[in-house]
């Protein structure tokens, strides 16, 4: 029970700190599942008997208001996960590792399904063989007639491979740099908190030319030119710039992100349908 002006005040800071947990995962800063629903209308339920003034009510008020906007955030995430029969591996590894030895044996017991399978060769096989053996043409007639032309070695210069654009007119390094330069001044004109969406960047007017800046872009992540911004609950991702290249990025073993840059996908960021 809240006893005096102390214990209101602990609560006032305990609401505080609830709404400003909610607002975090409103503006997906936190994962929506790391605040437990259950303890937390626990403690707004506690307090609440004990307000009196309107500025106190408010204040409940509000903390229930972003706890509900919490709830709609992860019964989205579960319906969406449930319909597409998701499994988060992180959600999944949780569940491993917390389950016993002798549970994980139990569920592997009742799924498992051995297969067997039994070859051996009789004497319809060794027939069958020997037919399919004593049919084939030697393989001197068999590639007799084959035409190969003779092609002789020769070489090609520099400006004929960039005419058929198996190489750049740029250097790498100098390539890489004015595309890191483009990626900075992309953000500043069309992006938001510093950062752009990965298809607002790649995408551009033809496939190919698309699919050599997603090559590109991979490239500004390596070697630390840029860092990208992955939420799986809106299944978004955005490319942000770094003001100077990390070289820790080149030191340091990291993850390896695979995204799908497919020629439906493309077609549907063209005529502005979600991907």
């Given amino acids: 029970m809240i006893a005096g ?3 209101k005040k602990l609560g006032r800071e305990n609401l505080e700190r609830i ?6 995962i409103e503006n997906k800063q936190v994962d929506p599942f790391t605040l437990n629903v259950d303890d937390i209308i626990v403690v707004v339920k506690q307090y609440f008997p004990h307000w009196k003034h309107p500025n106190e009510l408010e204040l409940d008020a509000e903390a229930l208001h972003h706890l509900a906007s919490v709830i709609k955030i992860q019964s989205e995430w579960v319906k969406q996960r449930s319909t597409s029969l998701y499994t988060d591996p992180f959600l999944l590894e949780e569940k491993i590792r917390q389950t ?3 549970g994980m044996i139990r569920v592997f017991t009742s799924v498992w399904t051995p297969l067997v399978e039994f070859e051996q060769l009789n ?5 069958q063989g020997l037919l399919y053996w004593d049919a084939l043409e030697p393989l001197g007639t068999r590639w ?3 035409d190969v ?3 002789e070695i020769g070489s090609v210069s520099r400006a004929e491979m960039v005419k058929q654009q198996v190489l750049s007119d740029k250097e790498f390094g100098e390539e890489l740099e004015c595309y890191w330069q483009e990626l900075k001044l992309r953000v500043k004109e069309k992006g938001t908190d510093g950062k752009i969406d990965y298809w607002d960047f790649i995408g551009t007017d033809t496939y190919p ?10 490239f500004l992540v ?3 030119y840029a860092t990208l911004e992955i939420d799986r609950l809106e299944e978004t991702v955005f490319i942000i710039p770094y003001e100077v290249p990390h070289e820790a990025a080149l030191t340091v073993q990291s993850a390896s992100v695979p995204i799908a840059v497919s020629c439906e996908d493309w077609q549907k960021w063209k005529e502005g349908r979600p991907l």
């Fill in 123 to 127: 004497l319809h096989n060794l027939a």
């Fill in 209 to 218: 030319e698309t699919v050599q800046r997603a090559f590109l872009t991979s």
């Fill in 144 to 146: 007799r007639d084959i």
């Fill in 222 to 224: 390596t070697y630390g």
């Fill in 19 to 24: 709404i400003e947990m909610c607002v975090a």
């Fill in 5 to 7: 002006k102390h214990d």
């Fill in 149 to 151: 032309d003779a092609v």
């Fill in 100 to 102: 016993s030895k002798e």
